[in-house]
């Protein structure tokens, strides 16, 4: 059903590092370097155990901005019907660090393939459960799934 290609929309992008003799520093995202249309509007961090998958899932209206720090496989079918690249699939084998910005419409999945734990940042452009957490949650699961055509290898 779904073919490997480019998918409309995404972005992807190396993190600017700036070492100094403590480590290093990244901006994870400069509002100048960013389309007027995506506006983050909270932030979180997660931990991902090695071999663990989180997802795959997608949403009907919310922009994901990932900062992944770590070893990941990301997974992406593009499921917007209205897309030129609809039913098109990519992999991203992340090594280190890498932002990815998913639109809505896109199933995304990753998985820590790494010996150690992994570390994602994400800024949406939407608030989880809306407003005060009182909204239904903009999110189409496909975890557990067995017809779903959006597999981990």
Known sequence: MFRNGEIEGLVIKEFNVYPDSRGWLSELFRKDELSESFVPQMGYISITHPNIVRGPHEHRKQTDYFCFLGKFK????DNRKESVTYQNK??????????VIVP???VHAYKNVGEREGMVFNF???????????EKVDEIRYEGDFESPFKIE
């Open 90 to 99: 990519k992999i991203i084998h992340i090594s280190d660090r890498l932002i």
């Open 124 to 134: 949406p452009d939407r608030l989880y459960a809306g407003w005060g957490r009182k």
């Open 74 to 77: 990301l997974y992406l079918w």
């Open 104 to 106: 809505p419409g896109v």
